[in-house]
C-alpha cells in the first residue's frame, strides 16, 4: 500500500475524532516499525495486517500500545497500565487460546470478531465475562487469550 492508503486504511479503525490526530505506524515483513505520520494525540493506529485473512487496522492508546509491544516481544505487559484500543474494521485472529498463533490449529478456522473495542491489562476486572478459549461468542463481550499475561476484554460495537 502506498503511505496514503496506510493511513487512510489505519484511520478506519477509530472514529474519526481520534484517528485524524492518531500517530500512523506501518510494519514491514521483518516487523521493523516505521512512522508513515506523526500524530498528536494519545493514540497510534496501524494498518491491516495482511498476514490475516480480514481487514484488520487497530488504534490504540499510549498504554495499549505498550501492552502490544509487551506481546510482540513476548514480554510481561506494562504492570498498573490499563490500556484502551478501537478494531472499528473487526478482527481476524488465529486464535482464541495461543496469543502468539500464526495460522488456525489444524480443523480450527480463524476468530472473526466485528468491529469491537478492546480493554487490555485490566487483569481481575475481566473476571465474570466469558472466556471460552476456542470458538468465543463474539456477539458479546469476552475475554481473548484467557489465562495468559497478555488476556484482555473484546466488547463489540455498532
Known amino acids: 500500500m502506498s503511505d496514503d492508503e496506510l493511513i487512510n486504511n489505519a484511520m478506519s479503525a477509530a472514529p474519526e475524532a481520534v484517528a485524524r490526530d492518531a500517530t500512523v505506524i506501518a510494519f514491514d ?25 480480514g481487514n484488520d487496522p487497530m488504534c490504540l492508546d499510549a498504554n495499549g500500545m505498550e ?11 506494562p504492570a498498573g497500565k490499563v490500556g484502551f484500543g478501537y478494531m472499528l474494521q473487526g478482527g481476524s485472529d488465529a486464535s482464541n487460546a495461543d496469543p502468539h498463533a500464526s495460522e488456525p490449529a489444524t480443523g480450527a478456522d480463524w476468530v472473526d470478531t466485528g468491529p469491537h473495542v478492546m480493554i487490555f491489562n485490566a487483569g481481575e476486572m475481566v473476571e465474570g465475562y466469558p472466556n471460552q478459549k476456542e470458538n ?3 456477539s458479546q ?18
Open 29 to 53: 515483513k521483518e516487523m521493523n516499525a516505521r512512522t508513515v505520520r506523526e500524530g498528536t494525540n494519545n493514540f497510534t493506529c496501524l494498518p491491516d495486517n495482511p498476514a490475516s485473512p
Open 67 to 77: 501492552w502490544a509491544k509487551a506481546w510482540m516481544d513476548k514480554t510481561d505487559p
Open 136 to 138: 468465543p461468542d463474539t
Open 141 to 158: 463481550p469476552y475475554v481473548m487469550w484467557p489465562g495468559t499475561p497478555y488476556e484482555h476484554l473484546m466488547i463489540p460495537v455498532n
